[in-house]
């Protein structure tokens, strides 16, 4: 049977299947080019998020990964590597709310034989290239152990990405419009929102221009 929000019980990381999914269609207007390709010490700024997921995916056992994006590049490289990749351009890309929901669909439609495993869908930005990714282990390992059914790591009081739902927050996730995101969901349902808290706070800085690019790849390189 499936839970549902309000009801309480208990995870285990072993019991969860994880779908960890990759936001990577932003149109990054501020940037003023496709951000997301720009190189950091040669490697393309969405590659850092993808490739701390894959290492994640080998750790937690049963998991997919998806990858939601607008770019040819970075699909044409998800495909080499045999990752999931759900197109959002064109007019379909309404902001982040539409990938999202385009992810959400797909697991739906994916999991129609899996009813009886529980689910925690994962989401990811592309531009925290600072991520770390074992503190990313240690919040999911943390969130499966407890019975909050949203989790989110947290600096400085602030609620960062990413961020974690289990299935029954999926019909809320389809409600959100625009560019409201998951922490839409999140204020409605403080109380259920485990947060695992972390003082590295040079983990959560993004890119949203130019500047910031070279600021962080000073910061995470030099």
């Given amino acids: 049977m499936a839970n549902h929000p309000g009801e309480d019980f208990k995870r285990d990381a072993c019991d969860l299947r994880w779908n960890l999914i990759l936001l990577a269609a932003g149109y990054s207007r501020r940037f003023g080019d496709r951000k997301l390709l720009a190189e950091i010490n040669g490697t393309p700024l969405y590659r850092f998020s993808l490739d701390k997921i894959r290492k994640l995916s080998e750790k937690l056992g049963d998991t997919t990964i998806l990858v939601v994006t ?64 074992n503190e990313v282990w240690m919040f999911l390992n943390q969130y499966a152990s407890q019975n ?59 890119i949203d221009t130019r500047e910031d690019l070279l600021r962080i790849s000073d910061k995470l390189f030099s």
């Avoid at 590049?73 to 351009?89: F, G, L, P």
């Avoid at 790591?153 to 995101?181: H, T």
Wanted: with cysteine.
């Fill in 70 to 133: 607008s770019y040819p590049e970075i699909e044409a490289y998800c495909r080499k590597q045999s990752v999931t990749v759900i197109k959002n351009d064109g007019t379909d890309n309404t902001g982040i709310a539409s990938s999202i929901q385009k992810a959400v669909k797909y697991l739906e439609t994916q999991e129609c034989a899996l009813e009886g495993s529980r689910k925690a869908d994962v989401f990811f930005t592309a531009d925290q290239p600072g991520l770390d990714e």
């Fill in 148 to 206: 909050k059914k949203i989790g989110t790591m947290e600096c400085k009081n602030i609620w960062r990405s990413p961020n974690v739902f289990d299935a029954c927050y999926r019909s809320k996730l389809l409600q959100l419009s625009a560019d409201k995101g998951g922490k839409a969901v999140m204020k409605q349902r403080a109380e259920d929102v485990f947060c695992f808290h972390t003082e590295k706070e040079t983990q959560f800085l993004d």
